[in-house]
């Protein structure tokens, strides 16, 4: 068990590594905040009141996260930035999980995460850790399906919002994430 667990955590740390070696600084980049204007628009369209949230907020992050559930243990990765709204700075993030639950399934969501105050944001992108539970039905490629989902914060200054991508998932999982900052691209 504490192999397979392993493994997982592996695959959902190595695989997105190895599908950016071949592009530039740049273009990881633009592609980034592509995703990051690609989610806040279908945010904002689902939740409008999230737009006003977001724009009075310390600051913000974006994630597009790809995982794998196998019965009792899984593993996801991917890229994202944070955006301090006082400076308008941007800074490039990765992030990795193992979660152990019941599930089945691989899937891409977005996450997006608002910090409510200053020290919120500080310690997501100096620090990194976020850990919760997690349950999630979803089943969508491209616009076709849908999905339910919710997270919970162990912070009370954080709120997040998750958007389903493409797959198809089952999952009730308690679920470790760490974030951090990407020494590529920052």
Known sequence: ???????????????????????????????IQKMREQTLAELYKAKPETKAKIGTAAGYAVFSTYG???????GAGGKGVAIDNATNKDTYMEEGSASVGLGLGGTEVRTVFVFNDAKALDDFVNKGWEFGAQGQLQGQ??????????????SKSTEIYQLGKNGLMAQATVAGTKFWKDKDLN
């Open 141 to 154: 490629a491209g616009e076709k399906g849908g999905d339910t989902s919710a997270s919970t914060s162990f």
């Open 1 to 31: 068990m504490k192999t397979v667990f392993l493994l997982a955590l592996a695959a959902a740390l190595v695989l997105p590594a190895c599908a950016s070696k071949n592009v530039t600084v740049t273009d990881q980049r633009d592609s």
């Open 68 to 74: 794998l559930t196998v019965v009792f243990v899984g």
